[in-house]
């Protein structure tokens, strides 16, 4: 059985945003704009995706 994973794409700069926001992106591993990462779909990162959703693009 694969595990299933999730794209999340940084769209929006993170400059202006509140300190814990920046650290959701950092925790997420994105890194710069329009930056893309493949993570494991788990009840954290979903909540993570979540708290920062007006900042990502999330594709399954």
Do not use: N
Request: proline fraction near 2%.
């Amino acid at each position: 059985m694969s595990e299933k994973k999730v794209k999340v794409t940084l769209v929006k700069s993170v400059i202006g945003t509140k300190q814990s926001h920046r650290a959701t992106v950092r925790g997420l591993g994105l890194r710069r704009l329009h930056h893309t990462v493949e993570l494991q779909d788990t009840p954290a990162v979903r909540g993570m995706i979540t708290k920062v959703a007006y900042l990502v693009k999330c594709e399954a």
